[in-house]
């Protein structure tokens, strides 16, 4: 069944003027329609209805993939009270005994921690089979060579891709057009202006190809 997804505000993510109480929607894996949302009701009466606080806008780029997915370790929950719940870098990562297995699980819970910030796709060349599988099952594309970087100020690497970016900036294309792949992320505040000030951390929805992969409960 078709899924019409809708928001108060949705940003195109080129020069298209945002659409208030806009819509997209989604069937199978693909978009049939964009728009204002009691004209794609009216179209597809039949068609669920998906209701999502704040943004709809294109899908953002973390330019960082190898450097938070390759150079990082993503502690599993249960290892919350040994090693915390940050990403270890550096000296603590070297500490850590890393086969395969573990930076695959690692590339895993990197990924969804992506998906939670409204992420559907990284940059940068990734080298490790597991960490590969991981990008690929989940359904992020990845680019190469890697776009311009942002980074926040003290030049780290982020799981946030607003960090140092305009929203703009980070989104991966405009909103796909009819017949394109389903891919765009929900964020929970009022305009473009508050995505950049609050950031990622306010995505509650991300779909990829057309299936609901992150939402906020």
């Known amino acids: 069944m078709p899924t019409l997804h809708v928001a108060e505000l949705l940003v195109p993510g080129d020069r298209r003027p945002s659409v208030p109480h806009g819509a997209v929607l989604v069937d199978g894996l693909t978009v049939a329609a964009v728009g204002p949302y009691e004209q794609l009701a009216a179209a597809h009466p039949t068609a669920r209805i998906r209701r999502w606080p704040g943004l709809l806008t294109p899908g953002l780029l973390n330019p960082h993939g190898p450097e938070l997915l390759e150079q990082a370790y993503h502690p599993d929950p249960r290892e919350a009270d040994e090693l915390g719940t940050a990403p270890l870098v550096g000296k603590a990562l070297a500490a850590l005994p890393m086969t395969d297995a573990r930076w695959g699980?690692?590339?895993?819970?990197?990924?969804?921690?992506?998906?939670?910030?409204?992420?559907?796709?990284?940059?940068?060349e990734l080298r490790r089979a597991a960490v590969v599988a991981a990008v690929r099952r989940a359904g992020l594309s990845v680019t190469f060579p890697r776009a311009a970087p942002g980074t926040p100020s003290d030049g780290s690497p982020t799981l946030d891709?607003?960090?140092?970016?305009?929203?703009?900036?980070?989104?991966?294309?405009?909103?796909?057009?009819?017949?394109?792949?389903?891919?765009?992320?929900?964020?929970?505040?009022?305009?473009?202006?508050?995505?950049?000030?609050?950031?990622?951390?306010?995505?509650?929805?991300?779909?990829?190809?057309?299936?609901?992969?992150y939402r906020r409960r």
């Open 105 to 124: 699980a690692s590339a895993r819970r990197g990924v969804q921690r992506m998906l939670a910030h409204g992420t559907v796709a990284v940059a940068g």
């Open 161 to 213: 891709p607003l960090a140092g970016r305009r929203p703009s900036e980070a989104m991966v294309t405009p909103f796909p057009g009819e017949g394109t792949t389903a891919t765009f992320a929900v964020f929970d505040v009022a305009d473009e202006a508050a995505l950049g000030e609050r950031g990622a951390v306010t995505c509650v929805a991300t779909v990829v190809a057309g299936r609901l992969v």
